[in-house]
């Protein structure tokens, strides 16, 4: 298939580059792989080549996890937020505007200066934010988006329409007893998911979308794994807790997973899992993605060109549903 877009597809930057645990980074995820990754991270006009051989018409870029949430100082934060969001945009959709878009980062360490830096980046072209998870608080703690300090950014973000991409990253330190003595399933293996599952869980459990019915967040990975899972969350939560448990929400997860969130088929290119994923939230829903480069542009782009759907829905989540969903009118 021509034309395709894609979601979750990852730069980094000098200043990223610079505090990037290079050394932990291989040794967590393989050094040859990590080497391919990082240099790949920085791709521009080969980026652009590769594409053309996949087709795929536009790729919208991302700042690497962590990325902004780790950083520990808000000043700090939200500095190298407004400077990645001014790299990405001059190094890469300004040379190719027709074929890069970008979501911001966002330093969701300082609430404030984080819903005025997205109003900049979506006026300067920002299709929406990514946010890579919990953000890191002094003295181990961390910020889940459900909780209250975030108000002032979820309520520019309902006002100006835009998605924001719900990514995976690593378990809080404290939380990672579970992988002891199996290190490699603390990452995109295996821990990504469970965190970005209970994370968005916790989005629907907060009452966010009675507030914001309109808003719309996105998740890769085929859903994290919702698709299947929250059938049987909703099950239990009717059963022990009245449908909602202790949240603040007015409906059951399903609810909300049907109408506030997207889910696109990064890094998990198994048509069992999509026509699931298809079932539970419709094709409309749904969003073609590789997570370049963390994952290859020719093996998701050939799975999903012969993947056994209807070619109608092949249209729909290859390209439609993420021109619709981002105001991309030409595409
Ligand atoms: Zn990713």
Redesign the pocket.
């Known amino acids: 298939m021509s034309g395709k877009i894609a979601l979750?597809e990852?730069v980094s930057t000098p200043r990223n580059n610079s505090v990037w645990d290079a050394a932990g980074e291989a040794d967590r995820n393989g050094p040859d792989y990590m080497a391919e990754v990082d240099r790949r991270l920085l791709d521009v006009d080969d980026r652009v080549a590769e594409m053309d051989r996949c087709g795929i018409a536009i790729t919208v870029l991302s700042l690497t996890?962590p990325g902004i949430q780790s950083i520990l100082d808000p000043a700090d934060a939200v500095a190298a937020a407004r400077a990645d969001n001014d790299f990405v945009k001059a190094t890469y959709v300004d040379a190719y505007p027709d074929r890069f878009a970008w979501f911001a980062a966002v330093a969701l360490q300082d609430p404030d200066q984080t819903a005025a830096e997205l109003q900049r980046a979506v006026t300067s072209g920002a299709v929406g934010a990514m946010i890579n998870g919990y953000t890191d608080l002094p003295g181990g703690e961390a910020r889940y988006l459900d909780e209250p300090d975030n108000l002032p950014f979820w309520e520019t973000a309902a006002r100006l329409g835009v998605p924001v991409y719900l990514?995976p990253r690593e378990p809080l330190l404290s939380q990672q007893r579970i992988y002891r003595g199996y290190e490699s399933l603390i990452g995109s293996a295996w821990g990504f998911a469970h965190e970005t599952a209970t994370h968005a869980v916790r989005l629907m459990l907060s009452g966010l979308f009675d507030r914001f019915p309109d808003l719309q967040i996105i998740v890769?990975h085929l859903g994290e794994g919702l698709p299947l899972m929250l059938p049987r969350l909703e099950h239990r939560l009717r059963k022990q807790h009245a449908g909602i448990g202790l949240g603040q929400a007015q409906h059951p997860v399903g609810h909300y997973f049907r109408h506030n969130f997207y889910a696109t088929t990064?890094?998990h290119f198994h048509t069992k899992g999509l026509l699931d994923a298809i079932s539970e939230l419709g094709s409309d829903r749904l969003l073609f993605s590789v997570?370049y480069p963390?994952e290859d542009m020719a093996e998701a782009s050939s799975w999903f060109d012969n993947a056994l759907l209807a070619e109608a829905d092949r249209h729909k989540i290859g390209s439609t549903n993420a021109a619709r969903l981002l105001g991309m009118t030409g595409a």
């Open positions: 979750e990852h996890s990514h890769g990064s890094g997570d963390y």
